[in-house]
């Protein structure tokens, strides 16, 4: 399928001027229903920072790591308006439920014994389901969301996640991860619904519906947070940052070398319905548009997304974001916050960016109405989420432990899974598989791997290989739960042992990896999986493949070598999903969410591009 790009350009047009309708014209969720401004807070929020003194206002203004405090009495002294959990920080107690809704209460509980006891919010990147604890059900990851093409799914995937953040009182989400990935080489890939524009701002927007609800206020909404602004999926190959360990820049963090008119086209769409949707915050990327760091970039963060499209909640820095701007720690700090940022994300020095803050703003680098617009931001979405209703307990609502990782939410990632699942070969009808078949021979490193089911972001910040959680079912166990009674389904990671099979299910795919880490100049598979297939390709035995990837690969060695070849992009949890469709329970119906390149001489290709002749199309899928 060919993108019409005027189509794309007169759409931005439209859908930009929307944002721009005057606030007393309520945007609708999509379904009718509609979105009150965050605004309307406006007159509480004031009132509470008209009290405020400049201390108070600064440490609404810090996030830090909720592991890496020197002192949980610091929430406290430094006035903290935010902790976070980052990728691997997990309660010194355990993974589980209880551990983290126990530390969110704790931590919450000391923010009574400040003046004005304002809550904090508590962040986490609950970025396919609450994928940092255990028994959590963990859904696709964007890139394979991106082929179900399923707005309404999309929406009640984020439902589910919101009710189990909720469970453990977490209250923000750093979701969805609205980025246009242009390249396949880039570790976060897999964090973008897919290469067209029109995909992130659909599903954007029915995922920030689904984790906020119609009400902030309500228990079950989670605040969202739609990221990285903005065009971290268009970095330049080769001006990534450099990682010490192998010396080589690719694409995390580097530079987009775009026009406005081409940023605006291609990696603003998701931005501008987010906020249609009432998204509460925005993360500002690591990445550089032209050379300028956006985080420290007032065109962008000030003049466009504040100024132009009406954006009212509050920015949040990356990681440590703004350490990689120019200058020493302090000029990074006043370029920032005077470019528009209103909180920072400094897990460890915290301490110090509150002291330099304050003096920024006492020697007038900081002028004093940036900070008062930063915390009436901060406080409108506090007032929004509910925080600050007195009738009313910021600590965890322990009641919703009864459906975390329950059958009816796993069932929603299942259909997620089965959605996503993208055919793009079945010769001699190799699919679906007949329920009776004689032996079904399995095979390859990934088919009995929850850890490599599920991927990056997933209890660990770059995930792992193995049983690294509870609750979920890999394809194999699914294969033996599918199957009748009569018929014998045999293992081996290698591809050994397949004779006298009637058909063999092969799971390839990558090792889980996130960003930096997950950045790779050669996307060819795995020389061990091409062998697994070789091996069983002597066998002599129809041969059905499945590939867990967060982006397409180069599979040319095994593709000629199979009879039937099934996308099944990071599929989480619910390997069930993936039998629904092997075995023929449901048709598969996802349609590819990014172009499949041959060779990596084509790689980076995109629909739209000129000679665009890719192994398969974006929007290529077939059925049964």
């Not at 609450?130 to 890139?143: E, Q, T």
């Not at 680098?365 to 910021?394: H, Q």
């Amino acid at each position: 399928m060919k993108i019409n790009r005027r189509r794309f350009i007169e759409t931005a047009t439209v859908t930009a001027a929307a944002c721009l309708l005057p606030k007393s014209i309520f945007p609708t969720n999509g379904q009718g229903s509609t979105i009150r401004p965050l605004s309307v807070h406006d007159p509480e929020a004031e009132a509470l920072l008209a009290r405020m003194t400049l201390a108070e206002k600064i440490g609404q203004m810090v996030q830090a790591e909720q592991s890496a405090l020197k002192d949980d009495s610091d929430i406290e002294t430094y006035f903290l308006g935010s902790l976070l959990s980052g990728g691997s920080s997990d309660p010194k107690t355990g993974n589980g439920l209880i551990d983290w809704t126990d530390l969110y209460d704790s931590l919450q509980t000391r923010t009574r014994n400040t003046r004005l006891g304002i809550p904090i919010l508590f962040g986490i990147d609950a970025v396919h389901g609450h994928s940092n604890l255990l028994n959590a059900v963990i859904f696709p990851h964007n890139v394979g969301l991106g082929c179900t093409r399923n707005a309404t799914l999309v929406e009640r995937a984020a439902r589910v996640t919101a009710e189990e953040v909720r469970a453990s009182g977490i209250n923000w989400t750093f979701a969805p991860c609205v980025t246009v990935p242009r390249d396949d080489r880039w570790g976060r890939a897999y964090e973008g619904f897919g290469e067209a524009p029109e995909l992130a701002r659909m599903l954007g927007e029915a995922a920030v519906r689904g984790l906020q609800g119609n009400d902030l206020s309500s228990p079950l909404s989670v605040l969202a947070c739609a990221k990285h602004f903005v065009g971290d999926g268009g970095t330049a190959f080769g001006t990534g940052k450099r990682l010490a360990r192998s010396n080589t820049q690719i694409l995390d963090r580097g530079d987009v070398k775009l026009n406005e008119r081409e940023l605006r086209n291609i990696h603003m769409q998701g931005y501008v319905s987010a906020i249609k949707a009432g998204v509460g915050t925005i993360m500002p990327s690591y990445s550089s548009w032209n050379g300028v760091h956006c985080s420290g970039s007032k065109r962008l963060l000030t003049e466009i997304l504040k100024q132009e499209l009406g954006f009212e909640g509050f920015l949040i820095s990356d990681y440590d974001a703004i350490d990689e701007m120019p200058g020493d720690y302090k000029t990074q700090i006043e370029t920032s916050v005077n470019a528009g940022m209103d909180m920072f994300m400094v897990p460890k020095k915290y301490r110090e960016l509150y002291t330099l803050l304050f003096e920024l703003v006492t020697e007038k680098r900081v002028p004093i109405s940036r900070i008062d617009d930063a915390v009436k931001r901060i406080l409108r979405v506090k007032f929004a989420t509910g925080l600050m209703d007195k009738d009313r307990s910021p600590l965890a609502d322990r009641r919703l432990h009864q459906s975390f990782g329950s059958p009816a939410h796993r069932q929603v990632a299942r259909e997620c899974v089965r959605q996503s699942l993208v055919l793009l070969k079945n010769e001699k009808r190799t699919l679906p598989i007949s329920k009776r078949i004689g032996r079904i021979h399995v095979a390859g490193e990934n088919a009995d791997d929850i850890g490599n089911q599920c991927g990056g972001w997933t209890i660990d910040w770059q995930g792992k290989s193995g049983n690294t959680t509870t609750g979920g079912t890999t394809i194999l166990r699914a294969i033996q739960q599918t199957v009748s009674q009569s018929t014998r389904v045999t293992f081996s990671r290698d591809g050994s042992g397949a004779e006298g099979s009637d058909l063999c299910v092969v799971v390839l795919g990558e090792t889980p990896y996130a960003e930096m880490l997950g950045d790779r100049k050669d996307l060819h598979l795995a020389p061990e999986d091409v062998a697994v297939v070789e091996k069983l390709k002597q066998a002599n035995i129809p041969i059905a493949v499945v590939l867990y990837s967060g982006r397409p690969m180069i599979i040319n060695d095994v593709l000629d070598k199979c009879d039937a070849f099934l996308a099944a992009w990071l599929p989480g949890t619910e390997g069930q999903g993936i039998t629904d469709v092997l075995f023929g329970d449901h048709k598969p119906s996802g349609k590819l969410s990014c172009s499949w390149p041959r060779s990596m001489d084509q790689i980076p290709i995109n629909v739209g591009d000129q000679n665009y002749d890719p192994l398969f199309q974006y929007g290529f899928g077939m059925t049964y």
